[in-house]
């Protein structure tokens, strides 16, 4: 196991990492990738008013003594207290303190029995946050030696005698709000990032809430694998239980503890890698002829697997030619419902204009004809192959004048009487 520390994770700068561990179990073990926080183990005290509290101290070896003397505390539902009727008057916090979190310490009439280290000390007793910052204050008597600066580990400020100092303490962390639900607030949950994978896609495994409300997700199999203790919020111990470890457990796994009322936000990593059981081997004595060795039930013999492995680019081609099979079929297709639907529509077109002609039979005996005034045509028909224009002016002078019936009798009567 390999322990280090990175910087938080830009997409979540809220979420510190507070260690990343490198894990190896054997394949078919259990893996336990542990998450421990004492501070996620809350207990709820009535006395709200006594749970947040300020208090300056001072360091001083001014009188020879080299002791730390309290100087003033506050408590956010009370006022401020100063302990050496000296100080009163002369150094004060600001009034609003917990609620712009500025804990600063004013010194008015800076004299030099001020001098010395001064510490600022933060608690939150229900949220288990204990911090402390040290400022050191020298006394000058020159006014070109006053400054400010950084010895390597605390800040040195160099006041002017007789002035007025102030002794920044500083937190704007979510750890001075007003209170909420104690089961809301809290949360731990679980995230795995496979191999390849990005961290913005990691794949959720387990919510738990304070409250004792649990989340699984993913497939049924994963979630009976991966598996929280249900006295994880009383104890403090979030750590996953990874059963039966196969070689698709490998990944990044990170737990997450989120406690918004107090501020707490951080992030453990893991890496897992899985690797084969170290399997005992057996020496064959190969001068005996015709003896199959006796079977050893202490050695773990794992399954006949064949793996067939296709290479990426001829599975590429296969679904690229699946995809332009498939689109000509669909055109084909198509093509063959468009030509049936042309030929139903001619055929039924058809037999509409049948249909529609021959709905009435027409009767002759209906229609009379007027016979009066008809002529009388020769009944041989009429050539219109005809040798010359002579002969077809007469033809068509004949068809236009009707030919005349001459009397021969009569006009031989009429001469004889003559």
């Given at each position: 196991?390999?322990?280090?520390?990175?910087?938080?994770?830009?997409?979540?700068?809220?979420?510190?990492?507070?260690?990343?561990?490198?894990?190896?179990?054997?394949?078919?073990?259990?893996?336990?990738?542990?998450?421990?926080?004492?501070?996620?183990?809350?207990?709820?005290?009535?006395?709200?008013?006594?749970?947040?509290?300020?208090?300056?101290?001072?360091?001083?070896?001014?009188?020879?003594?080299?002791?730390?003397?309290?100087?003033?505390?506050?408590?956010?539902?009370?006022?401020?207290?100063?302990?050496?009727?000296?100080?009163?008057?002369?150094?004060?916090?600001?009034?609003?303190?917990?609620?712009?979190?500025?804990?600063?310490?004013?010194?008015?009439?800076?004299?030099?029995?001020?001098?010395?280290?001064?510490?600022?000390?933060?608690?939150?007793?229900?949220?288990?946050?204990?911090?402390?910052?040290?400022?050191?204050?020298?006394?000058?008597?020159?006014?070109?030696?006053?400054?400010?600066?950084?010895?390597?580990e605390k800040p040195v400020i160099v006041a002017l005698e007789g002035s007025t100092v102030m002794l920044p303490c500083v937190n704007h962390n979510h750890i001075w709000t007003e209170r909420h639900s104690e089961e809301e607030q809290q949360v731990v949950h679980w995230d795995r990032q496979p191999p390849g994978v990005p961290h913005d896609r990691a794949d959720r495994l387990i919510d738990l809430y304070a409250s004792g409300e649990r989340r699984s997700y993913g497939p049924l199999f994963i979630r009976q694998k991966m598996n929280i203790t249900d006295t994880a919020f009383a104890l403090g111990d979030f750590s996953l239980r990874i059963s039966e470890l196969e070689s698709a457990d490998e990944g990044t796994y990170s737990c997450h503890l989120h406690h918004h009322y107090c501020g707490l936000h951080e992030r453990r990593i893991y890496q897992v890698f899985v690797t084969e059981p170290v399997r005992e081997k057996k020496v064959v004595n190969l001068t005996t002829h015709n003896i199959a060795p006796a079977i050893d039930p202490n050695v773990v013999r794992g399954h006949n697997v064949i793996n067939v492995i296709i290479p990426e680019s001829r599975v590429h081609f296969f679904q690229q030619m699946g995809y332009v099979l498939a689109t000509l079929l669909l055109f084909m297709v198509l093509l063959i419902i468009v030509v049936l639907i042309t030929r139903k529509r001619r055929q039924r077109g058809y037999e509409y204009n049948v249909k529609k002609y021959g709905e009435k039979d027409v009767n002759l005996k209906e229609f009379t004809v007027d016979t009066t005034d008809l002529s009388q045509y020769k009944s041989e028909d009429i050539r219109l192959d005809y040798k010359n224009n002579i002969l077809k002016e007469k033809a068509e002078q004949a068809r236009s004048f009707p030919a005349k019936n001459i009397d021969l009798d009569k006009d031989f009567r009429k001469e004889y009487c003559k």
């Open positions: 196991v390999y322990l280090y520390s990175v910087p938080a994770d830009a997409s979540n700068p809220a979420s510190v990492v507070v260690s990343v561990l490198n894990i190896s179990a054997t394949l078919g073990s259990q893996a336990v990738l542990p998450c421990k926080s004492y501070r996620m183990v809350w207990t709820q005290d009535r006395l709200n008013d006594r749970q947040r509290v300020v208090h300056w101290d001072v360091y001083s070896n001014y009188y020879g003594n080299n002791k730390m003397e309290r100087l003033c505390d506050m408590y956010s539902a009370g006022d401020q207290r100063v302990y050496s009727s000296y100080n009163r008057g002369r150094i004060f916090m600001p009034q609003n303190a917990f609620t712009d979190g500025n804990f600063s310490l004013v010194i008015k009439d800076v004299a030099e029995s001020d001098e010395g280290t001064y510490s600022c000390n933060l608690h939150h007793h229900y949220c288990h946050l204990y911090e402390t910052v040290k400022i050191q204050l020298t006394i000058t008597k020159k006014a070109e030696d006053a400054n400010q600066y950084w010895d390597g």
